[in-house]
């Protein structure tokens, strides 16, 4: 019963590569995000989708394009590879409204650019 | 720009003590905070939260008091036990004012280690 999920949890790649990265949640939220943990473990947000609807872009370089197809699902792919996108990017998900922020994160994926 | 700040990278206690954990935060117009737990290899649990209406929030072993006037907020676990070693990071929001979509921003996390 995993409320947010991510596949794959490992992802190992060369430089130059397109890969995507999918996440999926259960709970019947209405907003999902994606964070970036750099090596400096800072937990920074990336995008965030309300009802298939891009809400926050957080700078992040259009190499970068996060799809959502529907309420439960949002994935993100990469493309053109860098070293500095290795990192672990965990989805999160969030029921919006009643005053409450709390969101629900995924396992996250590890992602390593050689 | 580091709006959530968390000082101490680490935090070492005695199972059965107290561990304090300590976060402060720059954005005056946050109005919720949130702690979350991290194991290795896993996302970030939700622990605790609190409106910046209350001062207070407890649930079991788990406290959190907030110091608006400092821009302070602190994380009381009471008794430690090794099961509680985990990172701790501290969370802030200004909700869904705007097009925040009550995005959160995170400190860079607490290493708490519980000993026997």
């Known amino acids: 019963d995993t409320a947010v999920s991510q596949t794959p949890k490992y992802l190992v790649t060369q430089m130059g590569n397109d890969k995507s990265i999918k996440c999926e949640q259960n709970?019947?939220?209405?907003?999902m995000y994606w964070y970036k943990q750099d090596s400096k473990k800072f937990l920074k947000i990336m995008f965030s989708y309300n009802n298939k609807e891009l809400i926050i872009n957080e700078t992040v370089p259009n190499r970068f394009s996060p799809k959502s197809p529907d309420k439960a699902h949002l994935n993100l792919h990469i493309n053109s590879l860098e070293l500095g996108d290795s990192a672990v990017y965990f989805c999160?998900?969030?029921?919006?409204?009643?005053?409450?922020?709390?969101?629900?994160f995924g396992p996250g994926t590890r992602l390593t650019v050689l | 720009d580091q709006q959530v700040k968390q000082n101490s990278p680490s935090l070492s206690v005695q199972e059965g003590r107290i561990s304090i954990l300590n976060c402060d935060y720059t954005?005056?117009?946050?109005?919720?905070f949130l702690w979350y737990k991290k194991y290795p290899a896993e996302g970030p649990t939700f622990l605790i939260s609190i409106s910046s209406i209350k001062d207070k929030n407890e649930d079991g072993r788990f406290t959190v008091f907030l110091n608006k006037s400092a821009k302070h907020l602190s994380l009381h676990i009471v008794p430690s036990q090794p099961g509680d070693s985990a990172v701790y990071f501290c969370a802030a929001s200004v909700g869904d004012r705007g097009s925040t979509l009550g995005r959160l921003y995170f400190g860079r996390g607490t290493q708490l280690t519980v000993w026997p």
């Open positions: 709970l019947g939220h209405d907003t």
């Open positions: 999160a998900s969030r029921k919006r409204g009643g005053g409450a922020d709390t969101q629900y």
């Open positions: 954005n005056s117009m946050f109005d919720y």
